[in-house]
């Protein structure tokens, strides 16, 4: 025998569903046990099916013939066995049109796919028992249940979209409508804002008058439902909406207001295949859940409103699409936090400056309110005043703090805001940075090893009637990637600021080799994402933030005028900020996070800083470090290249044993596995190599 005969001998029917389609496939067996009948389903014939025949429904009526209180039961069930990955079984109720149970069967399903695209396939098997029809508390019970289930859906239902999806998905307890559509009121006209079942062709008009002679404007005008149990009786009452009503091949409609806050806001409208007499029991259902759809419609659309007024706001203080910039790529992220308004005080800009030059901004008002963006744009705007002026990267930071403490006179709730001004020059990657307050800025080199970029800065905008933000130098090398953000990039989830740069640390390993676009994808993902779920910061609380980024990247060069490295480093020791040179130290030892033995490294560490010192002392010029780390792992090559403007070649000396200099040269010969001087056009680099394997 061939399976289907045998599942059929023993009363066994087989099912599936999909939410993507909205509806039940039942093989003849299934069918006969939901009770889908001659004419019943469209997998059905014209009437000439019969009840061992394949059929199709809408998961509506497949719901419909199950009693309430045992599809409430059944849907719990399937809920913990799709998150558990299990099997879910259940018995339940078939019920008729009219009210009477069928029978009862067995339900087993397993559920896959992903939210929003979920499937499910079972069987379906009847369990021998003497079938009893409802008794009148067990209808009230069936009728509280679907209210219950019904009020839970709609009150979870996060939009208007999510609100009409539940609405066509209501299945009443004994009458299920064939076809739904909901209207809503607007400048005294009726549209269409979400259908079901009807209307199959599309809405046949734009607009109603809400003076129109038809069931759904009387109802709207009136604040009454209104009840049309034959289709005589709609074409006696209201001629002129029969014509469209005409074409539909219903039976009986109705029509309630939908009122919230004391005031009609719409009409819900549900049509039926078949003649429905409306009884008191299934007018007062009706009602109770055009209450509740109309409370949950007000609550999505105040929502609705909210959130794009919200977004708009947020839109409007952005910088639009940024052009091309020649020799720099740039990408750029806004992501408002997911609690509240989604509105906060985190922005990041763009601006062509008059020099030919470009300047970057990035900054975080404090707060998440209305007030903190309203700031937050006004600050934006004076700053692109500032830049647009003329002013150095100094000078914008000074003059936006003394902006900001004038518009806090007179306010009881002061604001505060971080900002990093970064002025690049694209023609030769160099790059001026102010800070006031804000995160230090991170460089990412070619491999992918991200490290902190120091850099001098002041106090947060706002705070000191004459702040100073002294400026820092950097040559963007190719390969290279800076990267600026905002709090929230590095501390969403519960992390803190280093737990929060190791997860950003190995997003920025995971795009080796891509473009800047996709790397500012994968960082946000790296902290919005399904998987940022999976690996929660060491904090308890996990705070959500607005997130502003922005990534520069210096355009590749031909090949053959760059030296190829694993890992470069470029930077600009000042004569006036020798303080500095604690940072390159930092930053080389970022860079050799896994170079072995560490004393090694301490030795490169000694040798850089005696190489800046020795310009620091001997010449009147910057000290230009460099530092290039290739070769594969455990055979690799560090070079140490540090150049000045002074033509004077160091020598060996033989300083006494209580001098205090002169041992430069001595140190190089004890540390470096090489060295040696560079002349160059304008001056001499001295280096140095470290050799990994030598090392061992």
């Known amino acids: 025998m061939r399976p289907v005969e045998v599942l059929s001998a023993v009363s066994t029917g087989v099912w599936s569903w999909s939410s993507a389609t909205g509806r039940v496939l039942l093989?003849?067996?299934?069918?006969?046990?939901?009770?889908?009948?001659?004419?019943?389903?469209?997998?059905?014939?014209?009437?000439?099916?019969?009840?061992?025949?394949?059929?199709?429904?809408?998961?509506?009526?497949?719901?419909?013939?199950i009693h309430g209180l045992d599809y409430v039961e059944l849907s719990g069930i399937a809920a913990l066995a799709y998150t558990e990955g299990t099997l879910a079984e259940a018995v339940v109720r078939v019920v008729g049109t009219d009210g009477a149970v069928l029978r009862r069967i067995?339900?087993?399903?397993?559920?896959?796919?992903?939210?929003?695209?979920?499937?499910?396939?079972?069987?379906?098997?009847?369990?021998?028992?003497?079938?009893?029809?409802?008794?009148?508390?067990?209808?009230?019970?069936?009728?509280?249940?679907?209210?219950?289930?019904?009020?839970?859906?709609?009150?979870?239902?996060?939009?208007?979209d999510a609100?009409?999806?539940?609405?066509?998905?209501?299945?009443?307890?004994?009458?299920?409508?064939?076809?739904?559509?909901?209207?809503?009121?607007?400048?005294q006209h009726l549209s269409v804002i979400g259908h079901h079942g009807y209307w199959t062709g599309g809405v046949p008009f734009d607009q109603l008058p809400i003076s129109s002679s038809t069931p759904a404007c009387a109802a709207a005008r009136t604040g009454s439902p209104v009840y049309l149990p034959s289709a005589a009786e709609f074409r006696r009452r209201y001629p002129v909406g029969w014509d469209h009503a005409e074409k539909q091949a219903m039976q009986s409609w109705a029509y309630l207001p939908l009122t919230a806050q004391g005031e009609v806001i719409g009409v819900w409208m549900l049509a039926f295949r078949e003649a429905t007499a409306f009884t008191p029991e299934e007018r007062a259902v009706l009602s109770t859940v055009a209450r509740?759809?109309?409370?949950?419609?007000?609550r999505a659309y105040a929502h609705d409103v909210e959130r794009d007024w919200a977004a708009g706001l947020q839109r409007s203080m952005m910088p639009g699409e940024i052009p091309p910039i020649p020799g720099l790529a740039v990408a750029a992220r806004y992501v408002p936090t997911s609690a509240g308004l989604r509105i906060g005080g985190d922005w990041y800009d763009v601006i062509d400056l008059p020099t030919g030059r470009v300047a970057f901004v990035i900054g975080d008002v404090q707060g998440h309110d209305v007030r903190a963006a309203r700031v937050m744009g006004q600050l934006r705007i004076a700053i692109r005043a500032y830049a647009?002026?003329?002013?150095?990267?100094?000078?914008?930071?000074?003059?936006?703090?003394?902006?900001?403490?004038?518009?806090?006179?007179?306010?009881?709730?002061?604001?505060?805001?971080?900002?990093?001004?970064?002025?690049?020059?694209?023609?030769?990657?160099?790059?001026?940075?102010?800070?006031?307050?804000?995160?230090?800025?991170?460089?990412?080199?070619g491999d992918g090893t991200m490290l902190i970029h120091?850099?001098?800065?002041?106090?947060?905008?706002?705070?000191?009637?004459?702040?100073?933000?002294?400026?820092?130098?950097?040559?963007?090398?190719?390969?290279?990637?800076?990267?600026?953000?905002?709090?929230?990039?590095?501390?969403?989830?519960?992390?803190?600021?280093?737990?929060?740069?190791?997860?950003?640390?190995?997003?920025?390993?995971?795009?080796?080799?891509?473009?800047?676009?996709?790397?500012?994808?994968?960082?946000?993902d790296s902290v919005?994402?399904?998987?940022?779920?999976?690996?929660?910061?060491?904090?308890?609380?996990?705070?959500?933030?607005?997130?502003?980024?922005?990534?520069?990247?210096?355009?590749?060069?031909?090949?053959?005028?760059?030296?190829?490295?694993?890992?470069?480093?470029?930077?600009?020791?000042?004569?006036?900020?020798?303080?500095?040179?604690?940072?390159t130290r930092a930053k080389l030892r970022g860079m050799l996070y896994d170079w072995e033995p560490?004393?090694?490294?301490?030795?490169?560490?000694?040798?850089?800083?005696?190489?800046?010192?020795?310009?620091?002392?001997?010449?009147?010029?910057?000290?230009?470090?460099?530092?290039?780390?290739?070769?594969?792992?455990?055979?690799?090559?560090?070079?140490?290249?540090?150049?000045?403007?002074?033509?004077?070649?160091?020598?060996?000396?033989?300083?006494?044993?209580?001098?205090?200099?002169?041992r430069g040269v001595l140190l190089l010969d004890a540390l470096a596995d090489a060295w040696g001087v560079e002349p160059r056009g304008a001056g001499k680099a001295v280096w140095c190599e470290f050799h990994e394997a030598a090392a061992r």
Do not use: K, W
Request: charged share 20%.
């Open 27 to 65: 093989d003849g067996e299934a069918a006969r046990l939901l009770g889908v009948g001659e004419g019943d389903g469209e997998g059905a014939g014209e009437g000439d099916a019969g009840q061992d025949e394949p059929a199709t429904i809408t998961d509506a009526d497949a719901r419909s013939r």
């Open 106 to 160: 067995r339900v087993r399903l397993q559920i896959g796919g992903a939210p929003g695209q979920l499937a499910a396939e079972g069987t379906v098997q009847e369990v021998i028992e003497t079938s009893v029809g409802l008794g009148e508390s067990e209808r009230q019970l069936s009728r509280e249940a679907f209210l219950l289930n019904a009020g839970r859906a709609l009150a979870e239902a996060p939009s208007t």
């Open 163 to 187: 609100v009409l999806r539940v609405a066509a998905a209501l299945a009443m307890p004994g009458f299920t409508p064939a076809g739904q559509a909901v209207f809503t009121i607007e400048n």
């Open 292 to 298: 509740m759809l109309a409370q949950a419609l007000a």
């Open 388 to 445: 647009s002026e003329g002013h150095n990267p100094r000078m914008v930071l000074v003059r936006a703090s003394h902006f900001l403490s004038r518009l806090n006179e007179g306010e009881s709730d002061e604001r505060f805001a971080t900002c990093l001004y970064l002025e690049a020059d694209p023609a030769t990657g160099t790059l001026v940075v102010a800070r006031a307050g804000h995160l230090d800025p991170t460089l990412t080199l």
């Open 454 to 524: 120091p850099t001098e800065g002041g106090v947060p905008l706002g705070i000191l009637p004459d702040p100073d933000y002294p400026l820092t130098e950097h040559v963007l090398v190719p390969g290279e990637t800076m990267m600026l953000c905002t709090d929230g990039l590095a501390e969403n989830g519960g992390h803190d600021l280093y737990t929060g740069q190791a997860r950003l640390q190995e997003a920025f390993q995971d795009t080796v080799g891509q473009d800047l676009q996709a790397v500012a994808d994968a960082l946000v």
């Open 528 to 583: 919005t994402g399904p998987e940022s779920y999976l690996r929660p910061g060491p904090h308890a609380d996990r705070r959500e933030d607005d997130i502003a980024l922005v990534l520069l990247r210096a355009a590749a060069v031909p090949a053959r005028t760059v030296r190829a490295s694993a890992r470069r480093l470029q930077v600009v020791v000042p004569r006036t900020e020798q303080e500095r040179i604690a940072d």
């Open 598 to 662: 560490a004393e090694q490294v301490d030795a490169a560490t000694l040798a850089l800083s005696e190489l800046i010192a020795n310009v620091m002392i001997h010449t009147v010029g910057d000290a230009t470090v460099s530092a290039d780390l290739t070769g594969p792992r455990g055979q690799r090559v560090l070079r140490l290249s540090v150049a000045d403007p002074a033509a004077a070649l160091p020598h060996r000396r033989h300083p006494g044993e209580l001098a205090s200099s002169g």
